[in-house]
């Protein structure tokens, strides 16, 4: 089976309890990638912080990625491996944060609390697709985040700006 790709953004709105959508441009993705075994509609995303520190996000994939994931954190392990062949541990320490969590036929689910803190998310949350995962923000700190993309700064711009909110 080949695994679409996530592409597309929008705003979420984030509830007391952390229940938050999926914007319909990733939901249909998601879906695809992670179907409920029973055919129902729903399935599993998984959550958890960037592995990159700078970027103070979540990322959020269907289980399908963990392979792929693995794969490429195993290739980066052996590629910065010291001369003693001691490799750096947090490598995989920081993608491994990830929480499996349900989401149903309207791709709300209940976003982890930790990860949630982490990343500072509070009333809104901007999803935005980078093929292999979805990254998860609070707006604010995305637009704060220097190294951030123009296009994506901009994009979430727009959706807080049609929900009343100005960054």
Avoid at 6 to 17: A, S
Avoid at 45 to 70: E, M, R, T, W
Avoid at 93 to 121: C, H, L, N, T, W
Avoid at 141 to 147: A, K, P, R, V
């Amino acid at each position: 089976m080949s695994r679409g790709r996530y592409q597309g953004d929008g705003i979420g709105l984030v509830d007391d309890k952390g229940r938050v959508a999926i914007p319909n441009a990733l939901r249909a993705t998601l879906a695809a990638n992670a179907p409920k075994a029973d055919g129902k509609n729903g399935g599993t995303i998984v959550v958890g912080p960037h592995q990159n520190p700078v970027n103070k996000c979540l990322v959020a994939y269907d289980p399908g990625y963990l392979d792929i994931l693995a794969e490429q954190l195993d290739r980066r392990e052996a590629a910065f491996a010291g001369p003693d062949g001691e490799f750096d541990y947090n490598i995989k320490r920081r993608a491994a944060a990830g929480e499996a969590v349900p989401f149903d036929g309207s791709g709300r689910f209940i976003m982890p609390a930790f990860p949630r803190f982490y990343a500072g998310i509070g009333e809104h949350a901007f999803f935005f697709g980078v093929f292999d995962y979805i990254e998860i923000w609070d707006p604010k700190t995305l637009i704060e985040t220097e190294s951030m993309a123009a296009n994506v700064k901009a994009a979430c711009r727009f959706y807080m700006m049609q929900k009343g909110v100005t960054l």
